[in-house]
């Protein structure tokens, strides 16, 4: 009998440990994403003049603390296109805001909410994280979403396409989605 436990206690003991083995490979996989979107977001910052078109505007003033807009708060309701036409028709709205929170270079944390409303998709997709501007391309945590992109979770890649001063910049964002429902 004793023997029989000490074998059945090595037999569990072995199947533990290879699933356990099992288990920390799965996880180690590189995982190809389940989606993904190509999009291109269009910010106009309002000026005081260009009321009809602006799709953003400042919240509080820069601080003088440096010269790189540090304590800038900026609320936005942009259009998000396929292609990198700002007049292209939108294929969601991005909302949300984002601030500038370095003095002594150009850096933003964003946070924000595509509301996608279109014959292809129809939900949101939550976004947020630090926009390090002097790299060539970001990334940012997509945290949630709803409708087609419900718990939705990846990355949203950021890359500069065009920046025209403070009046007007345009992402190339790549989107990028590894959980799926």
Known sequence: MRELVGKSCFILFFIFICQ???ASTKSLRHQEPCKRL???Y???LFDGTNLANATSARATNPTSLGDFKFGMLVVFDDPITLDNHLLSPPIARA???YFYDKKNHYNAWFAFTLVF???QHKGTLNIMGAD???DETRDLSVVGGTGDFFMSKG???LQTDIAQGAAYFRLKMGVKLYECY
């Open 38 to 40: 190509e999009l291109y």
């Open 20 to 22: 356990s083995v099992l």
């Open 132 to 134: 390090l501007m002097q």
């Open 117 to 119: 409303n279109s014959t």
């Open 42 to 44: 269009h910010d106009v």
């Open 95 to 97: 909302q949300g805001f």
């Open 155 to 157: 990355i949203a890649t």
